[in-house]
């Protein structure tokens, strides 16, 4: 496969996303992806503030929140330039009413537990958005322990839809005490060399040319990870 752009995130869930957008203003960084499912209502405004004083010029992708009306999200598409929204499945609904420009630029994120249960039917609305964002880390979690019993379906979606960009996080996969496989960890990476060695067993035709990390590391160990990555997945 070709060399995918890998992009460092600022996470706003379990992650100190004041201190990341200070790395990006420290390391003069001029795109970073962000992740808005942990900001309130009440706290929009602060992180735009903070977001504006980071220096930062193009955000190429957002992780959605429902919450977020269409005038806010078309003022960061105006002022970032973003190319691409990751959407939930269960929040579907509040998306499909909204300006084409912006559903062109949207994918609904394989998340297991979200999918538990649906048909295939249930994702005709793909053809009205841009079309489906594998999280990689996801993908090997359920492909592995099948906890929901939804890796026929993901089969299924990812053959009649376009997949069109890829989260990446780490998974550390350990056995239990039963002899199971469990994840140890997943969005905070420990270990670079463990909590990726995953990707060693997930089809390169999964991934994409837009991967975008997700996760709560400081934005200079995400730099190490993506640099690694590129130097042991995507040379």
């Known amino acids: ?16 996303w004041r201190q990341q957008l200070r790395d990006v203003k420290k390391l003069k960084l001029r795109e970073a992806t962000v992740f808005l499912t942990g900001i309130d209502k ?6 735009y503030r903070f977001l504006k004083n980071s220096g930062i010029k193009k955000i190429p992708h957002i992780h959605l929140r429902h919450d977020f009306d269409e005038d806010e999200i078309k003022d960061l598409t105006k002022e970032y330039g973003v190319d691409y929204f990751t959407i939930h499945f269960k ?3 509040h998306y499909l009413n909204w300006n084409k420009s912006l559903k ?7 998340n297991a537990d979200e999918w538990e249960g649906v048909k295939i039917n249930d994702f005709e609305f793909i053809k009205e958005i841009a079309g489906v964002c594998v999280d990689i880390g996801h993908y090997a979690a359920e492909n592995l ?9 993901f089969k299924k979606v990812i053959d009649t839809y376009p997949v069109v960009i ?3 996080n ?3 996969f350990v056995k239990n005490k039963d002899g199971c496989d469990e994840i140890k960890r997943g969005h905070l990476v420990v270990d670079i060399k463990k909590d990726f060695e995953y990707l060693d067993d997930v089809p390169r035709k999964l991934f994409t040319k837009n991967v ?13 990870i993506r640099d690694y990555l590129y130097g042991k997945y995507f040379k």
Not at 42 to 47: C, K, R
Not at 145 to 153: C, Q, S
Not at 212 to 224: A, H, M, S, V
Request: aromatic share 12%; charged share 25%; proline share 5%.
């Open 104 to 110: 062109d630029k949207m994918c609904v994120e394989y």
């Open 42 to 47: 009440d706290a929009h405004q602060e992180f």
């Open 145 to 153: 322990l099948n906890r929901f019993n939804t890796i026929e379906l």
């Open 170 to 172: 780490g998974k550390y």
């Open 166 to 168: 890829n989260h990446l």
């Open 1 to 16: 496969m070709s060399k995918p752009k890998i992009y460092p995130s600022v996470v706003t869930w379990g992650a100190d």
């Open 212 to 224: 975008y990390l997700e996760l709560r590391n400081t934005i200079p160990e995400q730099i190490e």
């Open 91 to 93: 929040t579907v609904e």
